[in-house]
């Protein structure tokens, strides 16, 4: 058969193949890098809401217990944002023709609930309990940041299987007394009065490390 491409053009295939296997590749590593990118993880990004409640004034100048609105917490499975009516109570008097709180009274007249955006939103194949966490000795702030610092709510953590496993791995350097979970203020010891008061708080919680890496707790 008469040749019908020159020499030269199997090269050019050739690296055309190449360049295109390139491409792909790079794009699969590029989106990989992305995802674990704190910027689509919204880390450290605050997250707008639907009313501009900050805990920063609820919180530290008001002086409110978290509990007041998140008590669940430290009970199930889920932690809560409060119903509209926890906020009624105050604001039926404080600040009630505030332009700024008139999504809440729209919720409070239909009957629906504010539209509040998730700052934290693990994959629904994940599965989490915030009772465990909070009743083990693992405070607030070691996930969430200083909240009570935040007029707007962000991350503080990327929230990835990595995360969850650093601690998992070694529950150590994050456990503090069981009465310390919801003290913003509180601080961590030196590392070395860490490393034995966190293996004395394992003991006494009686938490079993053995079983934390399996991937049958998070992934059920
Ligand atoms: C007056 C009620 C109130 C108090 C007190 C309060 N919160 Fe909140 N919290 C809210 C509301 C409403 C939201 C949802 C809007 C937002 O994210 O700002 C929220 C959101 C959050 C979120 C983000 C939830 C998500 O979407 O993933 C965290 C974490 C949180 N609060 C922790 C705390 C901590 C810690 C304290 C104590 C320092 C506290 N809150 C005190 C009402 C409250
Ligand atoms: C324990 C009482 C209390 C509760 C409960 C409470 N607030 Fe407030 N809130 C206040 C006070 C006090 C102020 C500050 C008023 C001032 O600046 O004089 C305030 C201020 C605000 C402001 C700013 C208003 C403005 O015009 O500056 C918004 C918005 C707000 N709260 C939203 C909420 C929401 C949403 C909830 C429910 C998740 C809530 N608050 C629950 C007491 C409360
Ligand atoms: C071990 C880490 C950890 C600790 C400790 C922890 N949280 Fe969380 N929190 C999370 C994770 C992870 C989520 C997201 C859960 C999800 O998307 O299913 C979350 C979500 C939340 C939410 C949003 C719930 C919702 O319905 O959207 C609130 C509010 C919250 N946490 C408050 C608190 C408070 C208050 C404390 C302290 C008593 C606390 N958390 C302690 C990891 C933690
Ligand atoms: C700061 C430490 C810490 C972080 C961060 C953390 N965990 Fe845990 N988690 C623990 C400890 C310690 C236990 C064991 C508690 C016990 O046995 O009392 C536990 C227990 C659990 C359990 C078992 C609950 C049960 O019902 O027995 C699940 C599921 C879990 N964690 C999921 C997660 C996921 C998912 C993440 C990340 C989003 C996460 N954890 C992040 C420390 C942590
Ligand atoms: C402490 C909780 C925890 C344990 C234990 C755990 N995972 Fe995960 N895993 C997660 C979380 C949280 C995510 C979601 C991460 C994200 O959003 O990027 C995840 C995501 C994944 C994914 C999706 C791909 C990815 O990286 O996002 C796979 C696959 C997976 N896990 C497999 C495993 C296997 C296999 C094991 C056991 C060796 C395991 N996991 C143990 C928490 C856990």
Known sequence: MKQF??????LIALISVFVVLYAVAGFLWGGLVLDRAN???RVNLPVEQPIAF??????????????YCHASAG???YSNIPPSDTCVTCHHEVKRNSALLE???????????IPWIKVHDLADFVYFNHAVHVNGGFGCTTCHGQVNEMPVVWKVHDMT??????????????????????????EYPSNAEQAALGAQLIREQGID?????????CHR
């Open 39 to 41: 910027w689509t993880r």
């Open 103 to 113: 999504p809440l009274w729209e919720s409070v007249n239909n009957d629906t609930p």
């Open 54 to 67: 900050s805990h920063q004034l609820h919180a530290n100048s008001l002086g409110m217990d978290c509990q």
């Open 5 to 10: 491409f020159r020499p030269y053009a199997n």
């Open 75 to 77: 009970i199930v499975a």
């Open 161 to 186: 299987m990595a995360w969850c496993l650093d601690c998992h791995r070694n529950p150590e350097q994050y456990i503090r007394p069981a009465d310390q979970v919801w003290n913003m203020e509180y």
């Open 209 to 217: 490390k053995e079983v934390l890496t399996n991937c049958a707790i």
